[in-house]
């Protein structure tokens, strides 16, 4: 299967389908209980319209941009995903590698397969780091530490998953940790052999960022256990300070959707907010972020950098967030499928679908820089009051 042949993020998912043992699939493709809040994300987006112009000098266009004062080649960064590298063997060295030759960033989550140190081995340029603030918080700072010492860019704080939203399909695919090898999993490997191989080869197979870090546990069912007992519901906003400070560089907090919320990250330091509803996995009927951006906009009023994040599948989507205010948006899945269907080349063929799509449309709507865009580059609607 030639990757080339494929030409949107839908078509990469169904190889992914094809190829990713159906657990680690479905626990990207799914949403919190009636997943209404994963579907709205798209279906929101597919809601506004873009406003076409003509007549415009369009012969040479510019998709590049600064992030938190860094240049990109186009306003879209690989967002935190859990397990990334149970979709693809070392899955997240590859996400990081593809990002970097793109000149975009990458976010590695602090529930990643491979650790900090794995990543920052593997490239050059300063990745982000996602942090799930743990009860712990010797171990949460050690991992500050560690992110600091890999010269990470960013800090990303993820506030809107103290404890997870259930995902039926997790429950029902018997999703675990450690893993359990039933017959059900193992006449799955049988189906996907070039997966099963790939796992085989590589040592990271359980969650990099704790393995060897939590003092007493030896073997992966401790450090399950460990792991299970450290949701820390006590997270608010005082704690980000202490966070950036630990870190000492640029702060971005994550899982915004309410204006007061937007207030108090920037009160509590934020350099950037992401508009996230953790791509509908958390709070079943939270409303979309697309929905809700333009509120968040103008609560914020410059004072920070806002991202937006959960739903975007296209050039179009990107473009649209960009007219309503977001400075960059962020993908998870698109790129965890693209890890699926063809591993870093996987990743590389969707940042260029969406690159595709974005410089195609930019162009008919009369636009050749963008960050131009703006709220007269789409149509005024009912989402939008
Ligand atoms: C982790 O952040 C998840 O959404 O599964």
Not at 2 to 16: G, H, Y
Not at 317 to 342: E, N, S, T
Request: some cysteine.
């Amino acid at each position: 299967m030639r990757l080339d042949r494929l030409l949107t993020v839908e078509e990469v998912m169904r190889v992914a389908e094809r190829r990713v043992p159906k657990m680690f699939f479905q626990y990207a493709d799914s949403g919190a209980y009636t997943e209404s809040s994963y579907r709205a994300n798209s279906e929101d987006f597919g809601k506004i319209r873009l406003q076409q112009r003509v007549g415009v000098d369009i012969s040479t266009r510019s998709l590049t941009t600064t992030i938190l004062g860094r240049k990109v080649t186009m306003p879209l960064g690989l967002a935190p995903t859990g397990a990334a590298g149970m979709q693809s063997a070392d899955g997240e060295i590859k996400a990081a590698r593809a990002a970097e030759k793109f000149g975009i960033p990458f976010t590695l989550s602090t529930v990643s397969i491979c650790s900090i140190e794995d990543v920052a081995a593997a490239t050059t340029t300063p990745f982000w780091f996602q942090l799930y603030v743990r009860k712990d918080r010797e171990f949460t700072g050690k991992l500050i530490d560690r992110a600091k010492a890999a010269g990470c860019g960013a800090i990303v704080v993820t506030m809107d998953c103290q404890h997870y939203g259930q995902r039926h399909k997790d429950v029902r695919n018997g999703l675990t940790v450690p893993l359990k090898f039933t017959p059900k999993f193992v006449a799955e490997m049988a189906l996907k052999p070039r997966w099963a191989l790939a796992m085989l080869g590589t040592r990271h197979r359980t969650f990099g960022n704790f393995s060897g870090h939590v003092p007493g546990a030896t073997t992966v069912a401790q450090l399950a256990e460990w792991m299970g007992q450290q949701d820390d519901l006590t997270l608010n906003w005082t704690d980000l300070r202490w966070v950036k400070q630990r870190f000492g560089g640029p702060l971005v907090v994550k899982g915004i959707l309410h204006p007061d919320d937007a207030h108090a990250a920037v009160d509590a330091g934020a350099d950037a907010i992401i508009v996230s509803n953790h791509g509908g996995r958390q709070l079943d009927g939270a409303p979309s972020t697309i929905r809700v951006l333009p509120r968040i906009v103008d609560a914020v009023n410059g004072r920070c950098e806002i991202y937006l994040d959960s739903g975007v599948r296209s050039g179009h989507d990107m473009i649209k967030a960009l007219a309503l205010g977001a400075r960059a948006v962020f993908i998870g899945r698109p790129f965890l499928y693209g890890l699926g269907a063809g591993g870093e080349a996987g990743v590389t063929r969707v940042l260029e679908i969406i690159r595709a799509e974005t410089d195609s449309a930019l162009g008919l709507m009369g636009v050749t820089d963008i960050t131009r865009l703006g709220p007269a580059n789409i149509e005024s609607n009912d989402l939008l009051r």
